[in-house]
């Protein structure tokens, strides 16, 4: 079965540093991998996602990330953060194949200090 | 586009009593899935269904829990009887297609607590 780690819990940055958040994945066969964000009270949004291709994918408030497929790793990357980003992140996996569920890591709460 | 709704928003009740949540999905979108999100275990997939039937119900965590998709545009979870530890946020996503194409798009929650 796939698992998804994410290993720092909880990060505080201050404003402009540059941010990467670890994600590790557990499945030896090919995946879709995703990045998630929640604003405090709100709902989770898509923030960017990995099907094939391009291993450096780039999405939505300047966020990228980079498939490593020798590393099973998924990072997502910021070069300057702002305070606006405070939020949890979350990594999820899907396999690639029948009816592999979407699993998602146990997010990591993200604070930036102005 | 409207996006996932979801109602209520924010349910407080006793133990004992029923709980209904309520969801629609984007309209065209033929998987339905259901979440539970706590401190203590982050985010669960409860159920989800592909074209009306569900597919994988392994994450409901007891015969309490029920859900149900009549018709591709309306699901319910069903909690019966509720308890204390039902509290926390509830999230219904939905996406077009289940197979590697898959991306959800979520709710905005329901935040439930029992008490």
């Known amino acids: 079965a796939q698992s998804v780690s994410q290993h720092n819990h909880h990060v505080i940055l201050s404003e402009a540093a540059s941010l990467e958040l670890g994600c590790n994945y557990s499945y030896g066969g090919t995946v879709n991998l995703f990045w998630y964000v929640q604003y405090p009270g709100q709902h989770l949004q898509l923030l960017l996602k990995y099907f094939s291709g391009d291993p450096l994918v780039k999405g939505i408030k300047g966020f990228e990330a980079e498939f490593i497929k020798s590393k099973f790793s998924f990072n997502l990357r910021k070069p300057s953060v702002q305070w606006s980003d405070t939020a949890e992140y979350f990594c999820a996996v899907k396999a690639n194949f029948g009816n592999e569920k979407l699993t998602f890591g146990t997010g990591t709460r993200l604070t930036i200090i102005p | 586009d409207a996006g996932v709704i979801q109602s209520p928003r924010h349910e407080v009740t006793e133990m004992g009593q029923e709980v209904t949540l309520r969801c629609k999905p984007i309209?065209?979108?033929?998987?339905l899935f259901w979440y539970r999100q706590t401190m203590m275990r982050g985010l669960e997939l409860l159920i989800y269904f592909n074209n009306n039937v569900p597919i994988d119900d392994s994450g409901m965590p007891e015969d309490r829990f029920s859900a149900k998709m009549p018709n591709a545009s309306f699901s319910t979870l069903k909690i019966q009887p509720s308890e204390p530890r039902d509290s926390a946020v509830y999230f219904c996503a939905s996406s077009l297609g289940a197979g590697w194409e898959e991306t959800q798009y979520f709710g905005p929650g329901t935040r439930l607590l029992v008490l």
């Open positions: 309209s065209g979108h033929n998987s």
